[in-house]
Nanobody
Framework: QLAQSGGGLVQPGGSLRLSCVGS????????VSWFRQAPGKEREGVSC???????HYADSVKGRFTISRDNAENTVFLQMNGLKPDDTGVYYC???????????????????WGKGTLVTVSS
């Protein structure tokens, strides 16, 4: 239901942009969140965007990551700059239907998930 792309290997300090595309529904009706899971660690919420475009970031990525949405392309992006080795992990996007003009996003109650994309930050 959500198709992801954009992962890969990057050196510390580098950048990557992840994409999350709604393959069977329009993401403009949904709030979308990004998660990551590092080896041996629990999955954590990284960033989310409301249906109206309000955003939230985990403290660990604030100022380095930017979440955005392009409703015409039915896509939510996660631009990751200043990458660190601690950013390594499998990144997932997830979505939930939201009410019209909703300004909230969250990291729970997300029924639709992408398959994940691996981001490796290493020299």
């Amino acid at each position: 239901q959500l198709a992801q792309s954009g992962g890969g290997l990057v050196q510390p300090g580098g950048s990557l942009r992840l994409s999350c595309v709604g393959s069977v529904f329009g993401l403009d009706y949904y709030r979308v969140s990004w998660f990551r899971q590092a080896p041996g660690k629990e999955r954590e919420g990284v960033s989310c965007i409301s249906r109206s475009g309000d955003t939230h970031y985990a403290d660990s990525v604030k100022g380095r990551f930017t979440i955005s949405r392009d409703n015409a392309e039915n896509t939510v992006f996660l631009q990751m700059n200043g990458l660190k080795p601690d950013d390594t992990g499998v990144y997932y996007c997830a979505a939930a239907r939201a009410t019209y003009q909703s300004t909230t996003c969250d990291y729970v109650d997300l029924p639709h998930w992408g398959k994940g994309t691996l981001v490796t930050v290493s020299s």
